[in-house]
């Protein structure tokens, strides 16, 4: 079953991360910290227009444009009855010049074509319409406002009261709009002589208002959700989670953290060493996939969040590697390529059950020879070789990572995948006054 892919929230204008010039180098850290947990990366439509560092990064760094690519980014764009085929990133655009919705005083960056014709281009381009995305508006408004907890907030008149206006909203208009909720039904309440009520609950409506249209894009593409806290109540409130579930969810075992003192993928300035073909290296390895595939489903006991974790620490141990690597000006020998290759083998025929001398033979290997007497004499010294060398790579990872923590640029990506029927993952390092 093909992995879903994860919908980016840190590209949201919210963010101040996705806008803020200054954060550009950070954005730049915290998508390639993305690329490197995640199999395929998703941005709505509004998100690669109004991204303004995701842009940025297109137009100044030529090497940066290695992430389009049909199989790593997609994006969600619109498809009104009036264009089935979906509107053209630029479309979206000039509709936001319209609407003065830029996130940039400058006007020549924002209406640049050739940022926006690339991503078109060479993205996978997966098409919604506003149909879909109200209804899901709707079900989301009206499943929040019964949840038990919202019910008592409420108190039971008030509820009732506000969920037939709401019922009476959806049958005139064929569902719930946004601004109805935000500022028709206050109109009405007011006018139907309930003005307390709708003081009383207006922040609740709002964050009732708010929560299904953040999470409309990444619910109605199936998209597993990457996001901040300050999407956090949002995805609370669609998932039926209360406060007091919320501030209890770290010590459920389905928590994974993706960072740690002890590994440097876990500081910006450590991931800046990495070029994209790094990154994209990392994703072609057996620790890579290994993770993805126990990182993508539901962890039910402590024994398969062990296991999950430990493919994690193997993973991380390879990212740090290559970070020092680069650091160091160090290119992966062909004895280290060699290694890995004798390494995956192993692992193959270790799962086949077929071995000679502790080397596996399988399929064409049986039959091949591709793996001989030698195999298994070489595999010893590259194995003494590879300690050896992860012995010294390890020294320069504590030495680097003591530097970082000295420095005014230890900067971290703080992140935790939540492992539950739908994966996803919270970083807890971007605030909104980040």
Same mark, same amino acid.
């Given at each position: 079953?093909?992995?879903?892919?994860?919908?980016?929230?840190?590209?949201?204008?919210?963010?101040?991360?996705a806008?803020?010039?200054?954060?550009?180098?950070?954005?730049?850290?915290?998508?390639?910290?993305?690329?490197?947990?995640?199999?395929?990366?998703?941005?709505?439509?509004?998100?690669?227009?109004?991204c303004?560092?995701?842009?940025r990064?297109l137009?100044?760094?030529?090497?940066?444009?290695?992430?389009?690519?049909?199989?790593?980014?997609?994006?969600?764009?619109?498809?009104?009855?009036?264009?089935?085929?979906?509107?053209?990133l630029?479309?979206?655009?000039?509709?936001?010049?319209?609407?003065?919705k830029?996130?940039?005083?400058?006007?020549?960056?924002?209406?640049?074509?050739?940022?926006?014709?690339?991503?078109?281009?060479?993205?996978?381009?997966?098409?919604?319409?506003y149909?879909?995305?109200?209804?899901?508006?709707?079900?989301?408004v009206?499943?929040?406002?019964?949840?038990?907890?919202?019910?008592?907030?409420f108190?039971?008149?008030?509820?009732?009261?506000?969920v037939?206006?709401?019922?009476?909203?959806?049958?005139?208009?064929?569902?719930?709009?946004?601004?109805?909720?935000?500022?028709?039904?206050?109109?009405?309440?007011?006018?139907?002589?309930?003005?307390?009520?709708?003081a009383?609950?207006?922040?609740?409506?709002?964050?009732?208002?708010?929560?299904?249209?953040?999470?409309?894009?990444?619910?109605?593409?199936?998209?597993?959700?990457? +996001? @901040?806290?300050?999407?956090?109540?949002?995805?609370?409130?669609? %998932? =039926?989670?209360?406060a &007091?579930? #919320?501030?209890?969810?770290?010590?459920?075992?389905?928590?994974?953290?993706?960072q740690?003192d002890?590994?440097?993928?876990?500081?910006?300035?450590?991931?800046?060493?990495?070029?994209?073909?790094?990154?994209?290296?990392?994703?072609?390895?057996p620790?890579?996939?290994?993770?993805?595939?126990?990182?993508?489903?539901?962890?039910?006991?402590?024994?398969?969040?062990?296991?999950?974790?430990?493919?994690?620490?193997?993973?991380?141990?390879?990212?740090?590697?290559?970070?020092?690597?680069?650091?160091?000006?160090?290119?992966?020998?062909?004895?280290?390529?060699?290694?890995?290759?004798?390494?995956?083998?192993?692992?193959?025929?270790?799962?086949a059950?077929? +071995? @000679?001398?502790?080397?596996?033979?399988t399929?064409?290997?049986? %039959? =091949?020879?591709?793996? &001989?007497? #030698?195999?298994?004499?070489?595999?010893?010294?590259?194995?003494?070789m590879?300690?050896?060398?992860?012995?010294?790579?390890?020294?320069?990872?504590?030495?680097?990572?003591?530097?970082?923590?000295?420095?005014?640029?230890?900067?971290?990506?703080?992140?935790?995948?939540?492992?539950?029927?739908?994966?996803?993952?919270?970083?807890?390092?971007?605030?909104?006054?980040?």
């Amino acid at each position: 079953m093909k992995q879903a892919p994860s919908y980016w929230m840190l590209a949201d204008t919210e963010v101040p991360l996705a806008w803020d010039h200054s954060k550009l180098d950070s954005f730049a850290s915290y998508f390639k910290h993305a690329l490197l947990f995640n199999e395929k990366l998703m941005l709505s439509d509004a998100q690669a227009v109004n991204c303004m560092n995701f842009r940025r990064l297109l137009t100044k760094n030529e090497d940066f444009r290695q992430v389009l690519n049909k199989d790593i980014l997609s994006v969600a764009v619109r498809a009104p009855d009036d264009a089935p085929q979906g509107h053209a990133l630029t479309q979206v655009r000039d509709a936001f010049v319209a609407e003065g919705k830029q996130r940039t005083q400058n006007a020549d960056e924002f209406q640049a074509n050739d940022d926006l014709e690339l991503i078109n281009s060479r993205c996978e381009i997966a098409l919604y319409n506003y149909t879909q995305l109200r209804d899901n508006y709707t079900n989301g408004v009206m499943r929040i406002m019964n949840l038990p907890h919202v019910v008592a907030q409420f108190g039971v008149g008030d509820h009732a009261y506000i969920v037939e206006l709401l019922n009476q909203e959806s049958e005139r208009n064929q569902g719930l709009g946004r601004i109805y909720l935000q500022q028709g039904l206050g109109a009405e309440l007011t006018a139907n002589g309930h003005a307390e009520t709708w003081a009383r609950h207006r922040d609740l409506l709002m964050k009732i208002s708010d929560a299904p249209y953040i999470t409309g894009i990444p619910t109605v593409m199936a998209a597993d959700p990457i +996001y @901040s806290p300050l999407h956090e109540e949002a995805f609370n409130l669609v %998932t =039926g989670t209360d406060a &007091t579930t #919320a501030a209890t969810a770290t010590e459920v075992t389905s928590v994974l953290a993706l960072q740690t003192d002890l590994n440097l993928s876990s500081y910006q300035q450590a991931l800046a060493q990495l070029q994209l073909e790094d990154v994209f290296y990392l994703r072609s390895t057996p620790e890579y996939k290994d993770y993805q595939k126990r990182s993508k489903n539901p962890v039910r006991n402590e024994d398969e969040l062990r296991e999950v974790t430990e493919a994690l620490i193997m993973y991380q141990r390879l990212i740090d590697n290559m970070i020092i690597r680069r650091k160091l000006g160090i290119k992966l020998r062909r004895a280290e390529k060699v290694y890995r290759h004798l390494q995956s083998m192993r692992k193959v025929g270790q799962e086949a059950g077929a +071995y @000679s001398l502790g080397l596996a033979l399988t399929g064409d290997a049986l %039959t =091949g020879g591709a793996l &001989t007497m #030698a195999n298994f004499f070489v595999g010893s010294v590259l194995d003494k070789m590879h300690e050896r060398d992860q012995r010294k790579l390890d020294a320069e990872r504590h030495l680097y990572a003591a530097q970082l923590e000295r420095s005014q640029q230890d900067e971290k990506i703080g992140a935790e995948r939540r492992l539950n029927e739908r994966p996803e993952t919270v970083y807890t390092s971007v605030v909104a006054s980040s």
